[in-house]
Each structure stands twice: as structure tokens, then as C-alpha cells.
T-cell receptor, first 114, second 113 residues
Framework: SAVISQKPSRDICQRGTSLTIQCQVDSQVTMMFWYRQQPGQSLTLIATANQGSEATYESGFVIDKFPISRPNLTFSTLTVSNLSPEDSSIYLC???????????FGEGSRLTVL | KQEVTQIPAALSVPEGENLVLNCSFT??????LQWFRQDPGKGLTSLLLIQSSQREQTSGRLNASLDKSSGRSTLYIAASQPGDSATYLC????????????FGKGTLLTVNP
């Protein structure tokens, strides 16, 4: 398994600002992912955070809006830029255990945009 | 495109009852299927992972089955407890090296004392 810590756990931000979410894993992992869960909805994959290279974004998500860093095998950040109320969601970091393919999630970061 | 459906959307049962949550998926070419639990406002806790070659997995009071050919999985919870109250999510990883999961919308379970 993997223990994943996310910061902040929740935040309230003003429209037009940005929020950076941190994800720390207790062991080195190859694959890290960022998901979004909008109110009342299920999870949608934003991007795969690649160590040492640019993130791979899913359809509908762009780097300018969701820049991602992955400086090493245990840490990643997701920034949500130019915030609007539609960005109010829970953002979750996820890692995969390569042996079994099982995915583990952090506790999530709840963002509210006013 | 893989689509995952969970039925029912919500379920309320008295404590002690055995229950079944259902998950169906449209593309049977899956790599594995994973069941998660989510408490309100929290992240996801992995409950069970079933590889495509397996028929079922058990952990304590939980048993998950997989029928890949019919595109179905069930999560059986025995002797339910109020602490089991949460949203249960089913997620499918389609075949290939991509680790992307497709999630259902979940079943909100309430176990009443």
C-alpha cells in the first residue's frame, strides 16, 4: 500500500487567484495522478504526473489551467489557475502500486471558489 | 468508451442486514476492477481489487465478484453496521498500460442503527 498526504485539506479562494495543492507519498512511485470530483459527481482524471517530464493531460484539461510539477518520485503539485466558481471541487492525488496495479488515493483537497 | 454504472444510487438498510451493491461496465476488455469507499468530503479508501482473471475477492465482511463477460461486478457486505455508511465507488481499469480508471457515480449507503 501507500500513504498519501495532501495539503491543504481545504481552502476558500477568491475568483481569479490560484491554488497549489501538494501531494506527498511515503514511498517512491512511478505513476501519480490527479483527479477532480465536482459536487455530486464521480471522479474525473485530470492528468498523469510524469517525473522529469511534462504531465499528460486528459481531454478537456490544459496545462495553462492545471499546471503540474513532479520533481521526484514521492512528490507532486497541482495548481488550479485563474479560479472561477466552477473550479469548486475536491482534488485528489492518486498513486498506483505497480505490482498489483491497485490505486491509492489521498484524503483530497476541497476547494471552494467565491 | 468505457462507461460504468452503479445501481442503486442510494440504499438505506437496517443494521445487521446483508446487502449487495451492483456495478456494470460497457467494455469487457478490462485489466482490473476496484471498489472504493468514500466518506463525506474525504478521499477514497481502497476496499478490494479484482484482477481480470479473478472471479472474486474477499476482505472481512466484504466480498466482491467479477463477471467480465457480462460486464458486471457486485460488492456484498455482510452483517452491515452503521460504520459502513458511506458512498461506495466502483472503478474499472481498461486493458493496456494506461492506468486510467473509469469511475461509476457511486452508491450512497446508509445503515441505520
Amino acid at each position: 500500500s501507500a500513504v498519501i498526504s495532501q495539503k491543504p485539506s481545504r481552502d476558500i479562494c477568491q475568483r481569479g487567484t490560484s491554488l497549489t495543492i501538494q501531494c506527498q507519498v511515503d514511498s517512491q512511485v512511478t505513476m501519480m495522478f490527479w483527479y477532480r470530483q465536482q459536487p455530486g459527481q464521480s471522479l474525473t482524471l485530470i492528468a498523469t504526473a510524469n517525473q522529469g517530464s511534462e504531465a499528460t493531460y486528459e481531454s478537456g484539461f490544459v496545462i495553462d489551467k492545471f499546471p503540474i510539477s513532479r520533481p521526484n518520485l514521492t512528490f507532486s503539485t497541482l495548481t488550479v489557475s485563474n479560479l472561477s466558481p466552477e473550479d469548486s471541487s475536491i482534488y485528489l492525488c492518486s498513486v498506483v502500486v505497480t505490482g498489483t496495479g491497485e490505486l491509492f488515493f489521498g484524503e483530497g483537497s476541497r476547494l471552494t471558489v467565491l | 468508451k468505457q462507461e460504468v454504472t452503479q445501481i442503486p444510487a442510494a440504499l438505506s438498510v437496517p443494521e445487521g442486514e446483508n446487502l449487495v451493491l451492483n456495478c456494470s461496465f460497457t467494455d469487457s476488455a478490462i485489466y482490473n476492477l476496484q471498489w472504493f469507499r468514500q466518506d463525506p468530503g474525504k478521499g477514497l479508501t481502497s476496499l478490494l481489487l479484482i484482477q481480470s482473471s479473478q472471479r472474486e475477492q474477499t476482505s472481512g465482511r466484504l466480498n466482491a465478484s467479477l463477471d467480465k463477460s457480462s460486464g458486471r461486478s457486485t460488492l456484498y457486505i455482510a452483517a452491515s453496521q452503521p460504520g459502513d455508511s458511506a458512498t461506495y465507488l466502483c472503478a474499472v481499469r481498461s486493458g493496456g498500460s494506461n492506468y486510467k480508471l473509469t469511475f461509476g457515480k457511486g452508491t450512497l449507503l446508509t445503515v441505520n442503527p
